[in-house]
Structure formats: C-alpha cells, structure tokens
C-alpha cells in the first residue's frame, strides 16, 4: 500500500530545497517508478480559482456602466477649454478621472485608472467583451472614454496601445450599426491626436493606425475629416506629414470621383 504522507512529505522537502527529487521511496525504487522534478509535478497541480468576496460579487452584479446621471450636452457646454492632446493640464485630467468613477463600474474605472498597463488591458478587455450589449449607453459616454483613448495614445505604452487599436475598429463598427456618427466636440476629442499619431514610429502600429483612419473616413464623414488631416501636414512629426498627405490626396480623388458621379446624375435626371 502506498505511504502517501511520506511521500507528500519528500515533495514538499524536495519544493523547499529547489532541487529534483533524487531518490525514489522504497516503493518506486521496488516497482521501477521513475523519479519526477519538483517542478514536473508542481507543473501538473492547477491554481484553485480565487474567492470572490460578497463585495465583489455584489460590484458585478451592477450594470457596468451607470449613464442615468450623464448628461453629455452639459459636458460639451461646460468645458472650459479644447481637449487638446499636445497640452493636457491637471484639472482636465481629473475631471476625466471623476467621470470614469461616475459612469463606469468601480471594477472597470479602477482598472481603467491604474498605473498597471496589464489592468488597463483588463479594463479594454471588460469593454470588449460587453461592447454589444452596452453600445447604447457607452454612446451616452463616448466622450468620456474618447478622453481616456487619448490618454493612452500619448503614454504610448505598446501592449496598452496594441490593445486599445484592436477595440477601436469594433466600436467604430458598433457605431456605425447603430446609426451613430460622432458629433464635433467628440471628433475634436480624438481626430487630432489619431491623426498625429498615424506617424508613430513602429511601423506595425503606424499600419493598423493607418487603417482606423480610413475606417474613420468611410464612418464620420469625408468633409468633415478633411480639415484634422490638413492640420496633419503641420506636424512636427515628418512621418506624419507623409501620412497625412497621402491619406489628403486620397480625400481628394474621392471627393472628384463622388463630384463626377453627381454631375452625371445630374445630366441624366434634368437633362434628358
């Protein structure tokens, strides 16, 4: 019969040293068991799952987002000055920390909040996964959460980013289904840092950058596109000046391709 207690024994020394379990207990060396490491076996044990407290559990039972104070007429009329992303100042910042624990889930605003760029991926992730069934009231915040997009852009942390350019697409995907186009003061939020950035220097998120412009283009509207990426071309920022030229030109031929279209219609309908 096995002697379980020595050998849990043998294990728990062999964990403590850091070293392989060398010799066998007489029941292995008998029957010819080969020895395993310490770490071959503690490989094979799962981590128990963690214990939700009762404060956990009641925080995700609550809505993730509380929109029934938001008021998003009253922020763009309040605000004191543009969110401009070169020259954010303190108060902006805080006020943007205050909506975050108003509106969202203290589970969601603490992981948006953290200083943890792994938590912050957590908190994406939390709206990734709920996006189609909260795209209505994080309509009601979009630009709450445009802001903190921003603040993500400008710390430029890779993993964070990478992450923050994955969940763009599909909400601007969600948006789009839902007949939702964004407003000028959201636009003005977001679209000058976007296009700013079309010129970051690692190639593959310049790329997917590139992209969620012209995502954005088809989506927001051409014309009102137009003016953030001609204020690209005075960027500080070469790679962004080249970007911005080539999504101009881009605008352009489509502008004259749509105003040839027009003119046709227009032949065919009052001329003939």
């Not at 128990?48 to 993730?64: R, T």
């Not at 909260?134 to 959460?145: C, H, N, P, Q, R």
Request: hydrophobic content about 40%; aromatic content about 8%; overall charge positive.
């Amino acid at each position: 019969m096995l002697d379980w207690s020595k050998m849990q024994r043998n294990l728990v020394m062999s964990r403590c040293s850091g070293s392989k379990v060398g010799k066998s207990n007489g029941y292995a060396s008998k029957h010819g068991i080969r020895s395993v490491s310490s770490r071959a076996v503690s490989s094979k044990v799962s981590k128990p799952e963690p214990i939700m407290s009762v404060q956990d559990i009641n925080i995700q039972s609550q809505a993730l987002l509380n929109v029934m104070d938001s008021n998003k007429d009253e922020r763009e009329r309040i605000a004191v000055r543009r969110f401009k992303f070169e020259e954010l100042h303190l108060e902006q910042i805080q006020d943007l920390e205050n909506d975050l624990m108003k509106f969202f889930r203290e589970d969601l605003h603490r992981r948006l909040l953290s200083t943890d760029f792994k938590k912050q991926v957590d908190g994406i992730e939390m709206l990734q996964r709920a996006l189609p069934t909260i795209a209505k009231d994080l309509i009601e915040v979009i630009d709450v959460l445009l802001k903190w997009f921003v603040l993500r852009f400008c710390e430029s942390n890779t993993s964070c980013l990478l992450k923050v350019l994955e969940f763009l697409p599909e909400l601007c995907e969600t948006l789009r289904n839902k007949n939702y186009t964004l407003n000028e003061s959201e636009a003005s939020i977001f679209l000058p840092c976007l296009v700013e950035k079309t010129g970051h220097n690692i190639e593959k998120l310049r790329e997917i950058i590139q992209e969620l412009m012209k995502q954005i283009i088809h989506s927001y509207s051409a014309a009102k596109t137009l003016p953030y990426i001609l204020e690209g071309l005075r960027s500080r920022n070469n790679r962004a000046r080249i970007e911005c030229a080539d999504l101009g030109y881009i605008l352009i031929i489509f502008a004259a391709v749509l105003t040839a279209i027009l003119a046709a219609i227009w032949q065919l309908f009052f001329y003939n």
